[in-house]
């Protein structure tokens, strides 16, 4: 049975900056009171944009707690700045990174970022995962069904909302019933986000973890007789804190093959069409 325990970190920016240096050393309290909170946690994933810097202080932070981390890093190469999440192991190793691939005009006007080029998936002892960069996972349909036929089998969607934060949990929602996979979807706490001379006050918050509505395969056999689905395994409010989980990646995989089989009454669709083409 292939069980991980996962914790998303709402983090609050130091001096409610993105870019603040003191980031880093606060990614690094944050990390070491997750797994104080949880000595079973195997990944520990930070919003979009946090820490920003420090991949080396993060890398030996992982190595130390034996934990994989996904860090929001703006990643310079080839003259390029990029919006990077980053995934190191446990060795402390960057194992690699997903850069962000539809960018918004304030990313490209107040910071410079460039898109990436492409989508990937990774390796884990646990399993193969997917990072979906805020819009690019709840925006296109596209990104969550390209990350399944790569074999994701969990998605990280590590988020930055100053604007459209109501509405992510419908979106996130919408994924969870198309996809059938774990979402574990990271967005800092709130804090008053200054861009140019407009102040967003309502910016940050509502993480939360979104999977199979069921807890066992009887569970699910009963699911037309009016059994409610909750698909929301938890979340935050606005303030700083940690969520942690434990998802049974097996049991979303059996699931996932039951829904599409009731629902289509055919094998997963998204699956099924890439080894078509292949």
């Known amino acids: 049975m292939t069980v991980v325990k996962v914790a998303a970190i709402q983090a609050r920016p130091v001096g409610d900056e993105l870019t603040h240096p003191k980031n880093v050393k606060h990614a690094l309290e944050l990390l070491r009171k997750c797994v104080k909170m949880d000595e079973e946690v195997k990944v520990a994933c930070f919003p979009e944009y946090f820490p920003w810097s420090g991949r080396e202080e993060l890398a030996r932070e992982a190595e130390e707690l034996g934990i994989y981390v996904i860090a929001g890093i703006a990643e310079r190469e080839d003259g390029a700045l990029y919006n990077s999440c ?13 850069r962000k691939l539809s960018l918004g005009s304030m990313e490209r006007k107040y910071f410079g970022f460039t898109p990436g080029r492409e989508l990937r998936v990774f390796d884990t002892e646990f399993g193969r995962i997917g990072i979906g960069v805020c819009v690019d996972f709840w925006g296109p349909p596209n990104v969550g069904r390209q990350l399944l036929k790569m074999g994701a089998e969990l998605i990280f969607n590590p988020s930055f909302f100053f ?54 395969m009887e569970e699910f056999a009963s699911w037309w007789h009016g059994a409610r689905f909750n698909w929301f395994l938890g979340w935050l409010g606005t303030e700083e804190g940690i969520l942690i989980r434990e998802l049974d990646l097996d049991k979303a995989r059996e699931f996932r093959k039951a829904w599409f089989s009731r629902l289509l009454g055919r094998e997963d669709p998204w699956v099924a069409e890439e080894a078509a083409r292949g």
């Open 163 to 216: 604007i459209f934060r109501d509405v992510w949990h419908c979106l996130l929602l919408a994924r969870a019933v198309e996809l059938m996979v774990p979402i574990v979807a990271v967005d800092t706490a709130e804090f008053p986000f200054r861009l140019g001379d407009k102040v967003f006050r309502e910016c940050g918050g509502l993480t939360c973890i979104v999977g199979p509505p069921w807890r066992d």
């Open 86 to 98: 980053i995934l190191f192991g446990p060795d402390g190793s960057v194992i690699g990174r997903q």
